[in-house]
């Protein structure tokens, strides 16, 4: 029997501490998690006054931001740089100026917004993707671009890679086999004020003579081997960044010296789209 009274007298104080804890404490204030104790990112929920786009919410300390920003994007791209690209050791201070101030969200397609700053590529259509932000920096910074020199791009994509090199370049060539991506990407650039920009259609794997030679030349596919008429149209003391190789590819750094010969410094392990056209007939 004092056994069943002292579980009673327990049930009773349980019963009033859980009335007390409700009516005292607010309701925000009772769920904890682990991330709550980290500082939050903010997320993207659609716009009621246009439906199919997104805006960031921000968390926390972060409404200050919210509040005195005019691009509500600024903060997702400030902490895609310092997150994923400055601490992956890309340092060239042009670059990283270029990965925030260049809208990513403008290059995706509506349904794809909430995954332009994470780090990951982002399908642009066509069975093509929109490379991760590190990749991009870490391309562009290879490049060693002052301002004032030409660039070949082989591989438009949405157009993004084009618009960050345009920013820490003089004038980008870019090229993309696709014409519907070329299309898109032109028309996405020229709406956005690109206008150092031009765009073709056609097999990169051939470059653009007749804008030959170039200060620096980037490929955004790997073909297996480096073609040849891409060293030819490289100009003397020119760079080309480029992806090579099959299911195993590496990230190379070419340089083209006084005397014509060709240098090749192998960066890193990379895992990007193969390249199509002539140079897919070539495996």
């Not at 439906?51 to 994007?73: E, K, L, M, T, Y």
């Not at 400030?78 to 969200?105: S, T, Y």
């Amino acid at each position: 029997m004092p056994t069943i009274t002292v579980l009673r007298r327990l049930a009773w104080t349980l019963a009033w501490a859980m009335i007390l804890f409700h009516q005292l404490v607010p309701e925000g204030a009772r769920r904890l998690s682990i991330a709550d104790a980290a500082p939050q990112e903010p997320s993207l929920h659609r716009s009621s006054a246009a439906p199919n786009s997104f805006v960031p919410r921000p968390s926390g300390d972060r409404i200050a931001w919210a509040q005195g920003s005019r691009d509500p994007f600024d903060l997702l791209r400030h902490r895609m740089v310092e997150d994923q690209i400055k601490k992956r050791g890309v340092e060239e201070k042009n670059v990283l100026k270029a990965m925030e101030e260049v809208p990513r969200h403008k290059f995706v397609a509506a349904d794809e917004i909430d995954q332009a700053y994470k780090d990951c590529p982002v399908s642009i259509g066509w069975g093509q993707n929109m490379y991760q932000p590190y990749i991009v920096a870490r391309m562009t910074e290879l490049l060693d671009l002052h301002g004032d020199e030409r660039v070949l791009e082989i591989g438009t994509g949405s157009g993004y890679h084009s618009a960050v090199l345009s920013r820490v370049a003089k004038k980008v060539y870019s090229i993309e086999i696709n014409d519907q991506l070329a299309r898109t990407a032109r028309r996405t650039l020229a709406s956005l004020g690109y206008d150092n920009v031009e765009v073709r259609t056609g097999d990169g794997y051939l470059g653009w003579p007749e804008e030959a030679p170039f200060d620096a030349i980037i490929l955004t596919a790997a073909p297996p081997e480096v073609p040849k008429a891409l060293i030819d149209q490289l100009k003397v003391g020119g760079r080309m960044v480029v992806p090579v190789g099959g299911f195993l590819q590496d990230l190379l750094e070419i340089t083209k010296g006084a005397d014509g010969k060709i240098s090749r410094r192998t960066i890193e392990p990379v895992r990007v789209t193969p390249m199509t056209g002539q140079a897919q007939r070539q495996r």
